[in-house]
């Protein structure tokens, strides 16, 4: 379990971080840019958060736990180094992706198809799920950027990129099960 006794500790205060195995980093690095970025989603979903309620509401917190799971699985690079771990790091798991599937699934058979593209708004809600789809997508971008680089578990991957069409079929679901979603018009200010 994490101990937080002191918030800060000046060990940062050269520009660098520790990573989950214990080595330091650039604050700037690819790496930390990537779990930083998740961390950016957690904080939009919590806004969404404050507008959501019932089954909406515990799949949000469901992500955000999950979310932390992927700063957790993305911070620890020695992936190669995982079964002589002496505690086995978090990793993002292929069921986390599957579970995210199978809510989309659900919500989808409920929503008339699309007939356009859509734009962010209708409901406050719909909104914050929007703007968590699109910071989902930074996130996934940068997270593919670091696997160019360095290794990293493809089920993170994965995860972000599943999250995003979560994201996306719920701010449609908050919409009035799409019914008041904000509709593109192709060139309507010509």
Known sequence: MVVLNKIYTRSGDAGTTALGDGSRVDKHSARVASYGTVDEVNATVGMARLHATGETDEALARIQND???VGADLCRPDMEKDAEAEYPPLR?????????????????KVLEPLRSFILPGGSELAAYLHLCRTVCRRAERGATELAGIEPVNPAAIKYLNRLSDWFFVAGRMANNG???DVLWVP???R
């Not at 993002?92 to 989309?104: K, M, P, S």
């Open 187 to 189: 060139g309507a200010n």
């Open 92 to 108: 993002i798991t292929t069921g986390q992706v599957d579970r995210l599937e199978a809510e989309i699934d659900v919500m989808t």
């Open 67 to 69: 979310l932390f799971d």
């Open 178 to 180: 799409g019914k008041d």
